[in-house]
T-cell receptor
Framework: AQSVAQPEDQVNVAEGNPLTVKCTYS??????LFWYVQYPNRGLQFLLK??????LVKGSYGFEAEFNKSQTSFHLKKPSALVSDSALYFC?????????FGAGTTVTVRA | EAGVTQSPTHLIKTRGQQATLRCSPI?????VYWYQQALGLGLQFLLW???????NRGNFPPRFSGRQFPNYSSELNVNALELEDSALYLC?????????????FGPGTRLTVL
């Protein structure tokens, strides 16, 4: 079985401050990890993924994520948040036939 | 390159009716996935099709069914609609059925059951 946990329902940061969205996972076998973002009334947009190799993965819109095998985490980060980053963020893991998604974290960046 | 498209955008039905939702994958993608996104529940996996075959289904009753056509487009059917079926239904496609392949999502169909 595989599962993903996003421990924070909401994250609030000021514009210009660092943004971190947390994700932990549980799988048997090698994990393939993904981050998506969802804007209101829109589908999910792919941000980045970790398959293998460098633990720091760079993605779209200035986001990056760090894979930590010992802590089974894949936290999403952005050094300087923008108001336009306000959205719903999903972490997903795929180690079997289908992907499992976290419940989502709502990010609000205040001006 | 056109993304994943879904139709209709919105669908309003009454309890007991049937709903049909449609999805066209990105050109060249053979795998199609369906998810239900109910308010506050995140994404719940419904069905996965690849090369016209159902490869896996999530923990949903049999009244949720679908199919994939020779052109890889897909249809999700929900029979005997219940109020709790109201949700955003998302379709995603990927290049192949590998575990590393990225799923690309459509904008969704908002189903409302009255």
């Amino acid at each position: 079985a595989q599962s993903v946990a996003q421990p924070e329902d909401q994250v609030n940061v000021a514009e210009g401050n660092p943004l971190t969205v947390k994700c932990t996972y549980s799988v048997s076998g090698n994990p393939y990890l993904f981050w998506y973002v969802q804007y209101p009334n829109r589908g999910l947009q792919f941000l980045l993924k970790y398959i293998t190799g460098d633990n720091l993965v760079k993605g779209s819109y200035g986001f990056e994520a760090e894979f930590n095998k010992s802590q089974t985490s894949f936290h999403l980060k952005k050094p300087s948040a923008l108001v336009s980053d306000s959205a719903l963020y999903f972490c997903a893991v795929r180690a079997a036939d289908v992907a499992s998604f976290g419940a989502g974290t709502t990010v609000t960046v205040r001006a | 390159e056109a993304g994943v498209t879904q139709s209709p955008t919105h669908l309003i039905k009454t309890r007991g009716q049937q709903a049909t939702l449609r999805c066209s994958p990105i050109s060249g993608h053979t795998s199609v996935y369906w998810y239900q996104q109910a308010l506050g529940l995140g994404l719940q996996f419904l069905l996965w099709y690849d090369e016209g075959e159902e490869r896996n289904r999530g923990n949903f009753p049999p009244r949720f069914s679908g199919r994939q056509f020779p052109n890889y487009s897909s249809e999700l059917n929900v029979n005997a609609l219940e109020l709790e079926d109201s949700a955003l239904y998302l379709c995603a496609s990927s290049l192949a059925q590998g575990h590393t392949d990225t799923q690309y999502f459509g904008p969704g169909t908002r189903l409302t059951v009255l």
